[in-house]
């Protein structure tokens, strides 16, 4: 078995999946590298895939800017881009074969239901209590007849999801308990972030899954979903997040760590890619570097071994 935990009979096939809604910054351009760097140092290769199934926030200026940054840092895949505005008719065909075996219902809360009924589970998320689980036929006609247009959720059992993480380690929830039924199409139509990268890493072939730690706690309603609809598991690493500071990840307000500063600071993507690759405890030193050449010395295993936190990296620009 590879480091990716993927057989050695099965090529690796890893993704960089972006949402098209901002400028790449440093934490994105981190999270790409690291999934690069453990599919490439397997004789793996890469897919780009487009996520904007926020239709709102998508724009098409930052999907041709998000191609052309990873082109300049010398993060280059092999298969895409695949976008998700054009794979209704395989999320629909999914969302079909969940509601066929009875484990869909219609979920007419609010976000203020959601927040006054749900209960925190240890800080990660909420936990849907259940509320439009067994709703009658009547209940359902009559918020349908008053214009309420519900999303759907998934049922869940008492089944306890654990995997071993290659960062994190092992990893458990007890679905009824930890994480509760879950949104799988909103009430606008669209569909749900968990059906559809379930459905997309399946197509796709991606079997190593490197992205942060923040989606760990959505990895087993993810794995539920392969396990319902006959699906493989990719072997998943969550790695730290990139913080501004304790508890706040970076993100597109942290102009400091937008890519067109950072390339105005350092002079070239080498630079950049030198200096993330420090902070990140990728490199013992700062130097400027192409991913390539930082493959020659890269181990997954090495990498996570020398965090000093598997939670969070403080940014430094």
Sequence with gaps: ????????????????????????????IYAALIAWLVAKSQGGHMVLRIEDL?????????????????????????????FQ????????????????????????????D?????????????????????????EVEAR????RMPGWRVAVDSRTIAFEDLVQGTYAQKLDRDCGDFLIRRSDGAFAYQLAVVVDDAAQGVNSVVRGVDLLCSTPQQRYLQDLLGLPHPAYAHVPLLVAEQNRRLSKRDRDAALDELLARFGSPRAVIGHIAAVAGLVPEEAPATPEELL????????RDGLPDLVQIPWRS
């Design 1 to 28: 078995m590879t480091e990716s935990g993927v057989t050695e009979a099965t090529p690796v096939v890893g993704r960089f999946a972006p949402s098209p809604t901002g400028r790449m910054h440093a934490g994105n």
């Design 54 to 82: 926020d239709r709102e926030r998508s724009k098409s200026v930052y999907i041709d800017q998000i191609q052309r940054d990873f082109e300049t840092l010398g993060l280059f895949w092999d298969e895409g881009p695949y």
């Design 85 to 112: 505005h054009d794979r209704d008719e395989a999320y629909a065909e999914a969302f079909g074969r969940l509601e066929a075996r009875g484990l869909l219902y219609p979920c007419f809360c609010t976000r203020a």
């Design 114 to 138: 959601l927040h006054a009924a749900s209960a925190p589970h240890r800080g990660e998320k909420l936990v849907y209590a259940g509320t439009c689980r067994h709703l009658s036929d009547a």
């Design 144 to 147: 349908w007849a008053a214009g």
């Design 296 to 303: 020659k010395d890269f181990s997954l295993e090495r990498f």
